[in-house]
């Protein structure tokens, strides 16, 4: 039987946040082990030319990233890993879906207005056109599911709009994919402003943390972490700083909100927030040394990178070859 794909990515903007480990890559970790399924992660680097990018940090960011998943355990032997640059198909295949894809629906999208507002010298067609590769991303490979936060579900149903109308125009040709997010942790909010998203592009550094940050960064932001004044350690939509750093104590240590809330309701706010910021630096510290070993071996990132672009060159190949030819495109 054929393994179900699962296919998900993150853009190498920014830093990879506690957020993007919690809502994506932790759950990517779990799928890994799973032998029903294919899972295919890319960097996600032509997502990140819709914003500026120096063009010398961005290449090494990007390598970066990639050091970063393997440093979380994503395994090269077990998925496809690849920069979705290096596969050509991605590109091309968008330019035939946004054919398929209405300038209405598009405009539509939450991140793009976010996008807009905060780019305003900056509307470029890519940050339109961002939920049209994402979506070419995805049905390249027949992926079933998509591992993503909260914050990617509109994206993931504009891929299943432009793949039903695609298939019912000719004949199935896109698996039309599902979203998988937890349903604890799928949005893990700023330290600094627990009503806001945690974002890896946030300017006030307390906001985020990074997985590479070291111990004493980490008990800092958790320090500083923004609570409440009542006192008391229990989820609620009137205490979202503290819900907020029960979830991220319950998803570093796989326990349930419950569990947490019973282990930590007796503590002062000060023991608490350091209570988790030793839980959060308890799983990142194997990940910041993993990490800087891999970043002394270039030439086996390389290789890495290499391989798995050639598999998803691949896979991606047959899937474009067979949309060209639907849409009547001449075949040589
Ligand atoms: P990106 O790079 O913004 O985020 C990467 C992943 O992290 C999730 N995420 C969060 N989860 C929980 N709490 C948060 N605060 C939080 N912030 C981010 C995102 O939902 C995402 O899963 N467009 C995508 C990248 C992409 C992609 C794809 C994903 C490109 N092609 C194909 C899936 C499939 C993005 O910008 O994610």
């Known amino acids: 039987m054929d393994k179900k794909i699962i296919y998900s990515g993150i853009q190498p903007t920014g830093c990879i946040t506690l957020g993007n480990y919690i809502g994506a890559l932790g759950n990517w970790l779990k799928l890994q082990d799973d032998d029903e399924y294919q899972c295919i992660y890319s960097i996600a680097d032509l997502h990140a030319l819709t914003v500026r990018q120096n063009p010398a940090e961005f290449r090494a960011r990007t390598l970066s990233f990639f050091a970063q998943y393997l440093a979380c355990g994503v395994s090269p032997e077990k998925n496809i890993m690849y920069?979705?640059?290096?596969?050509?198909?991605?590109?091309?295949?968008?330019?035939?879906?946004?054919?398929?894809?209405?300038?209405?629906?598009?405009?539509?999208m939450t991140q793009f207005k976010d996008k807009s507002a905060k780019n305003a010298d900056n509307i470029n067609m890519g940050l339109m056109d961002y939920p049209v590769l994402m979506a070419a991303d995805i049905l390249l490979y027949n992926t079933s599911m998509v591992p993503v936060g909260v914050d990617q579900k509109q994206h993931l149903e504009?891929?299943?709009?432009i793949a039903n109308r695609f298939n019912n125009a000719y004949s199935p040709t896109f698996n039309v994919p599902e979203p998988y997010i937890s349903t604890m942790g799928a949005k893990i909010m700023s330290l600094a402003d627990p009503t806001s998203k945690m974002?890896?592009?946030d300017a006030n550094i307390n906001a985020t943390i990074s997985i590479l940050d070291s111990r004493d960064v980490v008990?800092?932001?958790?320090r500083k972490a923004v609570t409440d004044s009542d006192n008391t350690i229990r989820i609620g939509e009137d205490k979202p700083g503290i819900t907020n750093l029960l979830t991220i104590y319950a998803s570093v240590t796989?326990?349930?909100?419950?569990?947490?809330?019973?282990?930590?309701?007796?503590?002062?706010y000060g023991v608490f927030k350091q209570h988790v910021g030793e839980a959060v630096d308890e799983l990142l510290t194997p990940v910041r040394i993993k990490y800087n070993?891999?970043?002394g071996d270039k030439a086996y990132l390389i290789s890495v990178a290499k391989e798995g672009a050639e598999k998803a060159a691949y896979l991606a190949q047959k899937t474009l070859r067979k949309v060209y030819k639907k849409v009547g495109l001449f075949q040589l």
Not at 83 to 108: D, K, M
Not at 158 to 161: F, G, L, M
Not at 219 to 222: G, L, T, V
């Open 158 to 161: 504009i891929a299943r709009d």
């Open 219 to 222: 008990m800092s932001k958790f």
């Open 83 to 108: 920069f979705q640059s290096h596969v050509p198909a991605h590109a091309e295949l968008t330019w035939i879906l946004n054919c398929y894809t209405y300038v209405g629906e598009a405009s539509r």
């Open 293 to 295: 070993d891999l970043m």
């Open 254 to 268: 796989g326990k349930t909100i419950d569990e947490a809330v019973a282990e930590c309701s007796d503590m002062p």
């Open 199 to 201: 974002s890896k592009s």
